[in-house]
């Protein structure tokens, strides 16, 4: 079996291994004014997005880093304080899930658990290759798996996202494949944003499921008009 045909191995590497992701980045326009006296003030503007492909920590020490910058602290005004004891919270309450499940799972297989999850996660994975799972119980913990990287990247990612009906103006797709949960979706195009954010509109997005292109959303909005334009004519 490959990396490719392994759903266990895949669930498994989501959680253990380091992530790569496109991800919007600003593009930051700097500039100075002068005042009548002569002041200068440099000022910051959000003017687009563009796209970079970031590599991030293993889903799991990305959960860790999480609990530990929200024990840590934030004097940044109430929301955001608040904000973050919510996360510490929910992000310790799913650590501690994840990580007694797996400590479950490494005694039946004779392992003894460490401190450290996410080896313990891999030392269980290599075990069942030696003794087996039966397809029922490669099943359950794929879906397991899975559902803990759902549950993480929900957790962790700030932005909310709104599905759009246009079908995608650079691929022309209208459905898309989810890996996730291997299955099919209609509507491709989404509409990332932060509710709480400044300048909302600027640090909007639009990606697309299907052939991850993104756009800022008034670059969408004008390609979307032209290819329904296209269509019609
Ligand atoms: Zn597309």
Known sequence: MTAQTDPLLEAVEALTKPQSRKEPQ??????????????????????????????????????????????????????????????????????????????????????????????????????????????????????TLRKW????????????????PDPCPACGATDWWDMSTRSRYLRPLIIKYRPDGADMVERSYGLCRACEEVWNVRELAYDIEQAAQHADA
């Open 26 to 143: 600003d593009i930051i326009n700097t500039y100075v004014t002068k005042d009548d006296e002569g002041v200068e003030t440099e000022h910051q503007k959000v003017v687009g997005t563009q796209k970079v492909t970031v590599i991030l920590p293993p889903l799991l020490k990305q959960l860790d880093d999480a609990i530990r910058s929200s024990m840590g602290g934030s004097t940044r005004g109430a929301a955001l304080a608040s904000e973050s004891a919510v996360l510490n919270v929910s992000a310790l309450y799913e650590a501690m899930k994840i990580e007694s499940q797996v400590r479950d799972w490494c005694r039946l297989r004779g392992i003894t658990p460490t401190k450290d999850t996410a080896k313990d996660l891999a030392a269980w994975h290599a075990a069942t290759y030696l003794d087996g799972l039966t397809d029922e119980q490669e099943t359950s913990s794929t879906r």
């Open 149 to 164: 990287a759902t549950s993480i990247r929900g957790m962790l990612d700030p932005w909310r996202e709104k599905d759009l």
